[in-house]
Every structure is written in structure tokens, then in C-alpha cells.
């Protein structure tokens, strides 16, 4: 039965970001989780001061050894990569990514490319953003990049739905990949609303939610987390989309209306179903 999604991001003793969020999410959704650490941090990088740091290439790459000896991964729906905030552990996350889809070509890899958003810009280094695009985004089905990482991987601005889908046409590193971004504001999108778009092949589609003033941090983790536990549990790509955002607008209305300022294990419980 592949009832398990392996999750290769952050990881803090403090709050709902990486696979704080991610493993708490697909648990809701009956599913278990084969979770991977990338940074190890008290909190996440709102709070400060924070203390932790990146996992080591060896601690990393015996963990993955561990998980290959006790064959577990046939079990597995699909993967899924987040914050990676060092080149050795991206190299290293992408030479186990195509070890799993050369075992089992059948596996979905889900490639959540956190590099930065529109209010901070990029918070990754130069280097670790290009890093990013060289060695996992060429072996991904599906990327789920927020507004700001769409510009920045294709370098440009994009104002029109249009744009997006010539963009994406013509660049050889995406355009045979499904695309689900996140966070998107063009120049006809509705005022108040925000739009999640899906780029399959000459397919798009726009989904409009109300847009919530509110910076919370975590928010591009519990999407894929929750597109990728409903696909695995048949969903398709539309119809999973269309949870993660309801799920999204309902958790950050929620989070509004109790005057907290971050996501936590009470709104999730409320609002993430099967």
C-alpha cells in the first residue's frame, strides 16, 4: 500500500514551519511520513534570535543509507523536497530523489523550491538558488513555487496569465513539468482575491481565494503537504489543489479571528481533513 510521502525539508523545536507543519498535516490525513531534516533550528527565522544549524552532508546521507537498508521506499506515494538551505544537502537530496525514480519510476517528486516571497525577496544565497534549479528542479513532476520563486526561475516579471503560459512554453525546465503556483496577483486578478494557478501542459487553470492580510510564516509547507497527501489519496491535480487553498484561506481566516500570529496544532486539527 503507498500510504507513506517522504518529506525532505527544515526542521525546528519551536513552531509550524518544514516538516513541523508537514508531518503534523499528512498524519491529519492518515498517511505516515518518512521526514528527512535539512537545518536543524530552535524556531523558525521570524523569531529572534535563533540558534541551530544545517544538517552535515554525513549525518544527512547515513540517515538516507538507514531509510535504503530497511526498504521502505516502494511504500512511498511520492517525495517531497522544501527548504534546503545548503548545496551539499541538495546534491546529496537530489542523487536520492533519482535513486528512488530509477527503482521505482512510478513515484511522484514534488519540488516546493523555497528560495524567498515577495515580501523578503530571496532568503536563500545566489548560489544555493542555483544550486536549486541544477539538481532538483530537472527531476521533478510537479514544482510548487510561490509567486516570487515563478519569476525567479524563469527571470522575468509577469504581470498576465498569459505571460505565465509563454514563459513557461518556452523554457526548457519547466515546460514538461505540472506547475502549481502559489500566491499569485496578475493585473486582472480580482481585487481581495489571490490566485493558486495550475500549468499542465497547454492546460491552466485559476483558482481565486480571499486574500488574508496577514504574513504568516509556513503557509507554502502546509499546501504541498496538503496537495500532496490528497493526491496520494486519489485526488487529482485540480481537485488536490483546490483543497490545499480552501485549507489555506480557512487556517489563516482562523488564525485572523483568534488574534494569533502563526499557524499552530489547534487550527490544524480544525480545518485538515481527508
Avoid: W
Amino acid at each position: 500500500m503507498k500510504n507513506k510521502i517522504l518529506s525532505i525539508q527544515s526542521k525546528v523545536v519551536y513552531g509550524y514551519v518544514g516538516n513541523n507543519i508537514a508531518e503534523l498535516a499528512i498524519q491529519l490525513h492518515g498517511l505516515d511520513v518518512i521526514s528527512f531534516p535539512t537545518v536543524f533550528l530552535s524556531a523558525h527565522t521570524g523569531h529572534r534570535p535563533i540558534h541551530g544549524k544545517a544538517i552535515s552532508k554525513e549525518f544527512f546521507e547515513d540517515l538516507i543509507q538507514g531509510i535504503e537498508e530497511i526498504d521502505v521506499l516502494d511504500s512511498i506515494f511520492c517525495a517531497v523536497t522544501g527548504y534546503i538551505g545548503s548545496e551539499e544537502i541538495l546534491l546529496s537530496s537530489s542523487e536520492f530523489i533519482q535513486r528512488i525514480k530509477k527503482a521505482y519510476p512510478e513515484k511522484l517528486y514534488i519540488c516546493d523550491p523555497v528560495m524567498g516571497d515577495i515580501n523578503t525577496g530571496l532568503y536563500v544565497p545566489e548560489s544555493v538558488a542555483a544550486k536549486l534549479m541544477a539538481t532538483l528542479i530537472p527531476f521533478c513532476d510537479i514544482l510548487t513555487p510561490n509567486f516570487f520563486e515563478l519569476e525567479y526561475i524563469l527571470q522575468r516579471k509577469i504581470t498576465t496569465i498569459d505571460e505565465i503560459a509563454e514563459s513557461i512554453k518556452i523554457n526548457s525546465l519547466l515546460n514538461k513539468k505540472i506547475i502549481i503556483a502559489t500566491g499569485c496577483r496578475l493585473e486582472d486578478t480580482p481585487k481581495g482575491q489571490i490566485e493558486t494557478i495550475v500549468i499542465d501542459g497547454d492546460k491552466i487553470e485559476r483558482i481565486y481565494s480571499h486574500n488574508i492580510d496577514i504574513d504568516t510564516v509556513g503557509t507554502g509547507d502546509l499546501f504541498t503537504a496538503i496537495f500532496a497527501s490528497q493526491l496520494a489519496k486519489g485526488r487529482d491535480i485540480v481537485a488536490a489543489t483546490i483543497i490545499a487553498s480552501e485549507t489555506i484561506c480557512s487556517v489563516l481566516g482562523y488564525i485572523v479571528e483568534k488574534g494569533m500570529d502563526e499557524m499552530n496544532a489547534e487550527c490544524l486539527l480544525k480545518y485538515i481533513r481527508e
